[in-house]
């Protein structure tokens, strides 16, 4: 069973901290890493996205990946109360053909 | 990135009856597209995957009977919740992959809250 694993959460930090949230997986070949933010009562929404190992940054945000450690995360610089929501780590298999999600990992920003 | 539309956002329906969701990708075409739905603070339950002109990959546990879903063209998937109970209420979210392999990516609708009374 390819699994993808994330801390459920809540995780908590205060506004302007860096939020700091991990991803595990299990495909040793998987090759393309998805962050998705949700909003409660809302659908995901693409963050970002990081195929090679090393960081990626955007804005805020900074993906990180390791593959040997089949470990990816996602840095929130400065982090804001709007950041609040859950955010999902996907992964893609082997093939590339099925997307596997976290169940995700709950932020709450305290301003 | 990618848009995908789903329609209708929000729809009541009484026991008994079935009820259409649809979801468009506007600025591509989508050869695979996916169906979730979603509890109250859960997570994403994959239903089932829709491949343009052929029969959708139901997930373990998912009733194809319950859950109609066609693909007929490269940019629209409809998903049909046939004679819908109140356990059915929830919100269902399509999604649809961009490009294949290594660079795919999926982008999401905007969801359906089903409330069936």
């Known amino acids: 069973q390819k699994e993808v694993e994330q801390n459920s959460g809540p995780l908590s930090v205060p506004e302007g901290a860096i939020a700091s949230l991990n991803c595990t997986y299990s495909d040793r070949g998987s090759q393309s890493f998805f962050w998705y933010r949700q909003y409660s009562g809302k659908s995901p929404e693409l963050i970002m996205f990081?195929?090679?190992?090393g960081d990626k940054e955007d804005g805020r945000f900074t993906a990180q990946l390791n593959k040997a450690s089949q470990y990816v995360s996602l840095l929130i610089r400065d982090s804001q109360p709007s950041d609040s929501a859950t955010y999902l780590c996907a992964v893609t298999d082997t093939g590339g053909f099925k997307t596997i999600f976290g169940a995700g990992t709950r932020l709450f920003v305290k301003a | 990135g990618a848009v995908v539309s789903q329609h209708p956002s929000r729809v009541i329906c009484k026991s008994g009856t079935s009820v259409k969701i649809e979801c468009r990708s506007l600025d591509f075409q989508a050869t695979t597209m996916f169906w979730y739905r979603q509890f109250p603070k859960q997570s994403l339950m994959l239903m089932a995957t829709s491949n343009e002109g052929s029969k959708a990959t139901y997930e373990q546990g998912v009733e194809k009977d319950k859950f109609l879903i066609n693909h007929a063209s490269l940019t629209l998937s409809t998903l049909t919740v046939a004679s819908a109970h109140p356990e059915d209420s929830s919100f269902y979210i399509c999604?649809?992959?961009?490009?294949?392999?290594?660079?795919?990516?999926?982008?999401f609708g905007e969801g359906s809250w089903l409330t069936v009374v």
């Open positions: 999604s649809a992959r961009l490009g294949a392999g290594k660079g795919n990516t999926i982008y």
């Open positions: 990081i195929y090679s190992n």
